[in-house]
Structure formats: C-alpha cells, structure tokens
C-alpha cells in the first residue's frame, strides 16, 4: 500500500479567516479549528481540553472559505496535515498542528 498523508479534521473554527497576500502575489487564508476530545464513560460526558489546528487554504480555496465561514462554524477540511515544533521565550517547547486545506465542507 502506498504511503499517503491525508487528514480529515471536523471541528469549529476559532475566530474569523484571514486572507493575506504572499510577496508574489498568492492569496492564502489561515483560520483555525478546535476538535473535541470529549468522551463518554459510565453513561457521563468526560470533558476534556480540544485538539486545535491551524489551517492554511490557498488562492480561490481561501477566498471562498473568507466569504463563506467565521468563527463559531462547523466545518470539515481535509488536507495534507504536519506538526512544527519551536522553542518558547521560556525555553518550553511548543507543537503546532497544521492542515494545507485542500477541501472545506
């Protein structure tokens, strides 16, 4: 079986889309989305802190996901998905979740 990397993230974005424009002259809009980790036990909701992933959709993609969502919406993307990892001010280390959004839903 080939290797592939394929991600399909169901959530709520975080706060409204923002389209910005590359020095060449690429459109990209980055948004976020917070997925639930919540589960049940003994017939009781546990809950517990969401998975967040910052979203990249380029070019007319992220134009329409500008015009179409905000914050607060549901929303499916699937994309190519990578982490990044950086070091705080403090010296932490610090894991980011990231999705190149190829559809949006």
């Known amino acids: ?3 592939r990397n ?3 993230v ?3 974005i975080g706060k409204d889309p923002e389209t910005r424009v590359t020095k060449t002259g690429t459109s990209y809009t980055k948004f976020s989305i917070a997925t ?3 589960y049940q036990k003994d017939g009781e909701w546990i809950k517990q802190p969401p998975t967040w992933w910052d979203c990249t959709a380029w070019k007319e993609l992220g134009e329409e996901v500008e015009h179409t ?3 607060g919406d549901a929303v499916m993307v699937r994309g ?3 982490a990044r990892s950086w070091e705080g001010k403090d010296g932490t280390i610090n ?3 990231e999705i190149r959004v190829n559809e949006v839903y």
């Open 1 to 3: 079986m080939p290797n």
């Open 6 to 8: 394929i991600a399909e």
């Open 10 to 12: 169901m959530g709520h």
């Open 36 to 38: 639930s980790n919540d």
């Open 69 to 71: 969502f905000s914050k």
């Open 80 to 82: 190519k998905a990578s």
């Open 95 to 97: 894991t980011s979740l």
